[in-house]
């Protein structure tokens, strides 16, 4: 059972590989399958600025393309100054098509000091494809 602390100190660690030449903004993200397998990510930027990925879609496409779809939590680091980080648009979106809306979203300045958010209060309203 993994617990909470450790997811962000996951999401911590992998803010280390970060490959930002352009913004120098770290963020490390680490996500919790519902198994129990934790995935890891970092921004990874680009010249061509819409290439860059962020570090939250990076943890969740390894976990995706290994057959994870079920998620219970995911933890995203960065040093935001006053603010506790938050995961962009594009990712909410992403998130929205695998999180239910209680998932918990951690936002990490450090193993010590983080929020644990439901994934609605960051994205209500989520759209949803009708088949
Ligand atoms: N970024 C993330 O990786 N996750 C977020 O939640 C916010 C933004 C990255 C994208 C880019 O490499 C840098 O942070 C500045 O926007």
Known sequence: MTDLKTLASLAVEARKNAYVPYSHFTVGAAVLCSDGTIYTGCNIENSSFGATICAER??????????HLKFDAIAIAADNGD??????????????????????????????DFLVTPFENLFPGVFVLKK
């Open 83 to 112: 603010d506790y980080i938050v995961p962009c648009g594009i990712c909410r979106q992403f998130m929205s098509e695998f999180f239910s809306p209680q998932t918990p979203v951690l936002q990490v300045k450090s193993a010590e």
């Open 58 to 67: 990076v943890a969740m496409t390894k976990a995706i393309s290994d057959g």
